[in-house]
């Protein structure tokens, strides 16, 4: 009899990040800021004699987008489990653009999987797991260690288990995206990498509009901002809407009144809910 389990992942912004590059996939990551988002990633994993992995995107009503074949991250994921299973995962955002949704896949995947062959896995494996995977794969330096709960989150110190402090603003977030800025070309990349660890930023913001600071100042110096992001955060500050870059996807997202209006000149926006809670398991059915 086939039984499936089923777990959901939010999804995580970065504002601004500094690669710190470790001994061991555990030691590396990211320091910097971002928001975890409730558009995450939803996994359902069932029991199968073979690893498939299809990855799902949808539109808020449900209708399918797309259905692609394959997810080396969360076939590694599996792979270090020791157990094959079919994982089908559902997002709506845009993937590779910036919205952290291969740690949401992971994180959900490993949970459910967790669940599905009782692993005994606490939420620190899981995390650690979901990181490892994030490294080796170079998709992601912090975003699992983000997706470990919600809100506004400030990393100090890299990985999961790092320094995190997290603060939980009410305002409605937006977001544009133009498409995806592929991941492991930039933290691959050396030269990249000295010019971002050169424009973070210190300390931790204390609210949102210093977060928007913070990381819009970060963009600038960067040297990442591609023209029509710039195009868009040009517009933003005319209009007094604080914004920033979608790190690392050609976005942009923001906050509060007009953001919407201003957004809706370059493409349609996104709107956007800061999560409460981290990653988490839904369900597990015979
Ligand atoms: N929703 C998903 N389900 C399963 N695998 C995913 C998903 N999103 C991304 N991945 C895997 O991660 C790989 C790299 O994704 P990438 O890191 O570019 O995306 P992202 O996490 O959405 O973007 P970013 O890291 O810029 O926020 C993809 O090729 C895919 O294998
Ligand atoms: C590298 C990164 C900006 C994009 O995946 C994110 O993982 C982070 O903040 O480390």
Same mark, same amino acid.
């Given at each position: ?18 690669k710190v590059a470790g ?59 020791? #157990?094959?299973?079919? /994982? ?8 590779? &653009? $910036?919205?952290?949704? =291969?740690?949401?896949? %992971? ?73 995806p800025l592929p991941t ?40 990442? #901002?591609?023209?029509? /992001? ?8 005319? &209009? $007094?809407?604080?914004? =920033?870059?979608?790190? %690392? ?38």
């Amino acid at each position: 009899m086939v039984r499936t389990a089923v777990a959901f992942s939010p999804g995580h912004i970065s504002g601004y990040f500094m690669k710190v590059a470790g001994e061991s996939p555990a030691t590396t990551g990211s320091l910097g800021a971002g928001i975890v988002i409730e558009e995450g990633v939803v996994a359902s994993v069932s029991t199968s004699d073979v690893t498939e992995v299809v990855v799902g995107r949808n539109d808020e009503k449900g209708t399918v987008l797309s259905e692609t074949a394959g997810s080396p991250p969360v076939e590694y994921a599996l792979e270090r489990l020791g #157990v094959n299973a079919r /994982v089908e995962t559902r997002c709506s955002l845009p993937i590779g &653009a $910036g919205f952290g949704l =291969s740690a949401a896949a %992971l994180l959900a995947s490993i949970t459910a999987v967790d669940a599905l062959f009782d692993l005994g896995m606490d939420r620190r494996e899981i995390a650690a797991l979901a990181h490892e995977a994030e490294v080796v794969h170079s998709t992601g330096l912090g975003d699992v260690a983000a997706c470990q709960g919600g809100g506004i989150v400030c990393r100090t110190t890299p990985g999961p288990e790092g320094e995190i402090r997290r603060f939980y603003p009410e305002e409605a977030i937006w977001a544009v995206s133009f498409g995806p800025l592929p991941t492991p070309e930039v933290i691959g990349s050396q030269a990249q990498i000295e010019r971002i660890a050169a424009a973070f930023p210190e300390g931790c913001p204390s609210d949102l509009p210093e977060f928007f600071r913070l990381s819009r100042a970060f963009a600038g110096r960067s040297g990442l #901002v591609p023209p029509e /992001v710039g195009a868009v955060l040009a517009a933003c500050d005319a &209009a $007094g809407v604080r914004a =920033s870059m979608t790190m %690392l996807g050609r976005g942009a997202f923001a906050a509060g009144d007009g953001a919407e209006e201003v957004f809706s000149r370059f493409a349609p926006p996104i709107p956007l809910h800061i999560a409460r809670e981290g990653f988490r398991l839904l369900e597990v059915r015979a």
